[in-house]
């Protein structure tokens, strides 16, 4: 993917300054045009790019069953049911297992990227904080580490932490040996 928060704010800013080419008037436009000139040709941006309406093809990569559906479930979120007309499930070759394409703007690309990027990284935290908390309910260590653990652990998680192993079952290896 590779979209950063810099991509996204120099997009932002060329498109200001194109507007202001397209809209100033006199030297302000004329210097607009200029300057707008040198930052597409530095940062190897062309017409097109810019443009909001201009739609290609782009790659969205994730890892696993869970990333894959936090991009169906964005890309479902923005564009509804009509998002499955620009999908194209995979591509062929390496790696196409995790790949997989849509069609849209540079513009709905980086947002979307930005966003896909913030809600894999939560789901990993919330997937590693659950771990912790089965770990601690179904007591899986030794007593004195974990306690440690969780004197580190600031209040508030450790509120959640006990709220959600309160939501989790109560259950031993005894519970599910079958009876005779």
């Known amino acids: 993917m590779g979209v950063t928060m810099s991509d996204l704010k120099k997009q932002v800013l060329i ?13 302000e436009k004329e210097g607009a045009q200029k300057k707008l000139r040198e930052l597409m040709q530095k940062y190897g941006i062309e017409d097109l790019d810019l443009s909001d309406d201009v739609k290609n093809i782009y790659e969205f990569h994730y890892k696993n069953t869970q990333e894959r559906q936090i991009l169906l479930q964005l890309l479902y979120k923005k564009y509804g049911e009509e998002f499955v007309k620009d999908a194209y499930k995979r591509r ?8 997989f394409l849509f069609k849209c703007t540079r513009a709905d690309f980086t947002t979307l990227s930005i966003e896909y990027e913030f809600y894999v990284s939560l ?3 919330e997937v590693e904080f659950f771990l ?13 580490p974990s306690e440690e653990r ?16 309160n939501g989790m079952k109560d259950c031993s290896l005894v519970c599910k040996l079958p009876k005779k």
């Open 123 to 125: 789901w990993n935290e």
């Open 132 to 144: 912790s908390s089965f770990i601690q309910k179904h007591k899986l260590f030794s007593m004195h």
């Open 150 to 165: 969780i004197k580190t652990m600031s209040f508030s998680d450790q509120i959640r932490m006990e709220m959600l192993m």
């Open 92 to 99: 062929k070759g390496r790696g196409s297992r995790s790949t």
């Open 15 to 27: 498109k200001k300054i194109k507007a202001l080419a397209e809209r100033g008037e006199g030297g």
